[in-house]
């Protein structure tokens, strides 16, 4: 199995989830033939008998919280944060649905992130690490002779060291790093706030 390390990831590819990088080409690696006495086991190369560890429990998807239903400047604040959690979300479970729900058709740059994701899950990859932590947030309130409410958004985003895995075990790492988006929050019908430019700045 062969790793490849790279400083970012590209953004053009899935942008916020920088997954689905170029992958090399190398055979999958494979496993010792198990002890057909405890099928639960394998021989580690000393002969010893192993037992693989528990699968980790799935994580729970992120729950809106309070403060982002409300229209309000601190809303916007934490609507943007929350969309992170799901962004983090997504990417350990390739479940998008709530992340495309909280996304405008129209964002590109939230489209082609929920693209790239879904299509990583679907071919049989998986995506490890990468959590995001949003640092800081700068909103304005948009002004506009149409009946809207909205915020334009300078945010920066940390995140940890993240290990894209393609369907024959090849993987790619992504070092760990901070990015700088320009985001809009649209509240829409009166009831919730939805993503509508999310830009790598």
């Known amino acids: 199995?062969?790793?490849?390390?790279?400083?970012?990831?590209?953004?053009a590819l899935g942008l916020f989830a920088a997954a689905l990088v170029l992958l090399l080409s190398a055979a999958a690696c494979t496993d010792d033939d198990p002890d057909p006495r405890d099928p639960t086991s394998t021989w580690s190369p000393t002969g010893t008998m192993d037992t693989p560890s528990p699968t980790a429990t799935p994580p729970a998807e992120p729950v809106l919280p309070e403060a982002a239903k409300q229209a309000s400047e601190e809303g916007a604040r934490a609507f943007i944060t929350y969309y992170w959690d799901l962004i983090n979300y997504a990417q350990v479970t390739g479940d998008v649905k709530a992340l495309k729900a909280a996304s405008a058709t129209?964002?590109?740059?939230?489209?082609?992130?929920?693209?790239?994701?879904?299509?990583?899950?679907?071919?049989?990859?998986s995506i490890a690490g990468g959590v995001h932590r949003v640092d800081r947030t700068r909103l304005a309130e948009v002004t506009s002779k149409s009946d809207i409410y909205a915020?334009?958004?300078?945010?920066?985003?940390?995140?940890?060291?993240?290990?894209?895995?393609?369907?024959?075990?090849?993987?790619?790492?992504?070092?760990?790093?901070?990015?700088?988006?320009?985001?809009?929050?649209?509240?829409?019908?009166?009831?919730?706030?939805?993503?509508d430019v999310m830009e790598l700045n």
């Not at 129209?106 to 990859?125: E, F, L, N």
Request: overall charge positive; proline content about 4%; hydrophobic content about 30%.
């Open 106 to 125: 129209t964002c590109k740059g939230c489209q082609a992130g929920i693209r790239g994701i879904r299509r990583h899950y679907r071919s049989g990859g």
């Open 1 to 11: 199995m062969r790793t490849h390390r790279t400083a970012g990831g590209p953004p």
């Open 151 to 195: 915020f334009r958004s300078e945010t920066r985003v940390s995140h940890d060291a993240q290990t894209i895995i393609s369907n024959d075990g090849n993987k790619e790492a992504r070092a760990p790093g901070a990015d700088d988006w320009n985001l809009y929050v649209l509240w829409v019908g009166d009831t919730h706030w939805r993503l």
